[in-house]
């Protein structure tokens, strides 16, 4: 069973919005730091947004910054990515992922957004149409 399943993805066209949302079962779920990825056919699995999990800082990809939006509910074990002003090249696969905190709250890697992430989520298919 996966531990984070992806839901909301589809087709929108150019300047449209779309809201993806990832519901986890693993706990406890307001300790982990969450992220979304996307990988577009023939390009590398890139980074698209993260948010910590002790006070909801946030970080972006310079390529949606100012148009998506990621947060978290923590009481529903989920994190959201509200994506506006969709554009074709947001065309991709996205991911879900989550990263455990080490003993004493650090992250390896150094930082909330720092790669690696532990458990990802099967992705969901958003795909816009110019």
């Known amino acids: 069973q996966a531990q984070l399943v992806e839901s909301g993805g589809g087709l929108v066209q150019a300047g449209g919005s779309l809201r993806l949302s990832c519901a986890t079962s693993?706990?406890?779920?307001?300790?982990?730091?969450m992220g979304w990825f996307r990988q577009a056919p023939g390009k590398e699995h890139d980074f698209v947004a993260a948010i910590s999990w002790s006070d909801g800082d946030t970080y972006y990809a310079d390529s949606v910054k100012g148009r998506f939006t990621i947060s978290r509910d923590n009481a529903k074990n989920s994190v959201y990515l509200q994506m506006n002003s969709l554009k074709s090249e947001d065309t991709a696969v996205y991911y879900c992922?989550?990263?455990?905190?080490?003993?004493?709250?650090?992250?390896?890697?150094?930082?909330?957004?720092?790669?690696?992430?532990?458990?990802w989520g099967p992705g969901t298919q958003v795909t816009v149409s110019s």
């Open positions: 693993r706990r406890p779920f307001s300790t982990y730091a």
């Open positions: 992922a989550l990263k455990e905190p080490l003993p004493g709250g650090r992250y390896r890697g150094g930082y909330y957004y720092s790669p690696p992430y532990d458990v």
